[in-house]
């Protein structure tokens, strides 16, 4: 889909109560709201697009005996996914490092070796790590962007801070999909780690996971690859035309057939307009 400047889009996954997917709805079913204002649909669709996704991957030494098994899940999403996504892999500790050999692939013997490359050790820049995957994510051809991020979720080691990227995110469009694993020493920290993660996640119209345990990873990268084939696009020009940046809030409401319940629409929280006149944002 060619994407004009003004158009806004939203990639949007229903669920019913249950969390199951809702991929039969019509255009009539769906209303899209801009700070509360109603907007009128231009783009109405449902099909299974190629996107450019980032794995990043967390091998920091609270990762170490987790490590085998985040790459098997990883790898799961890649071939669960869209074979024509392009793909790359940022693994990361105190530091974060591309493991490719190109810019992206989709070739799971490349992506294999990526994700094997870097010993777990050292502490765990999340959002050094995550800023460097939205800039990298930026190169990538297809219009529709993920990042899917395996972590303990501690940041103890960035210079960025974390509302500078959680902004950052959400001018770069890209959705950021979240499994954190607990890290068990974690403490107090783990309650404000699992509040920065949850809004990164629910601001992009990504969605996060709390396993429970190592064993459920693989089971939730095959279902966020899933959840991200059976996506809507919904677009529209939206009726504030002024170019200000300022932010604008994002609601769609979902009103399915009767017997399909109470149904919610997962999507990003908002965007920031343009401006008359460009910037670029830094950590």
Known sequence: MKVEVDLVVLHTTVVDRRGRL???LAKEHFRVYEDNVPQELAVFRREDVPITVGLVIDNSATMREN???VQAAALTFVETS???????????????????????????????EALEKTD???STALW?????????????????????????????ASRARYENLLKYAQQSETAVYIVALRYAEAGRDWKRARRQLRRLADATGGFIYFPESIAQVEAICKKIAQDIRNQYILAYYPSNRAQDGSFRSVRVDVNGPKNYGQLLARTRMGYYAPKSEGSTGNP
């Open 82 to 112: 869209n074979p024509l996504d392009e793909v790359f892999v940022v693994n990361f500790n105190n530091d974060y490092y591309l493991d490719l050999q190109r810019d992206f692939t989709s070739d799971v013997t490349e992506l294999k």
């Open 22 to 24: 809702i991929n039969d």
């Open 67 to 69: 490590r085998q098994k």
């Open 128 to 156: 050094d790590a995550l800023w460097a995957s939205l800039d990298h994510s930026k190169r990538g051809t297809r219009q529709k962007k993920v990042l899917l991020t395996i972590t303990d979720g501690l940041d103890n």
């Open 120 to 122: 777990t050790r050292g």
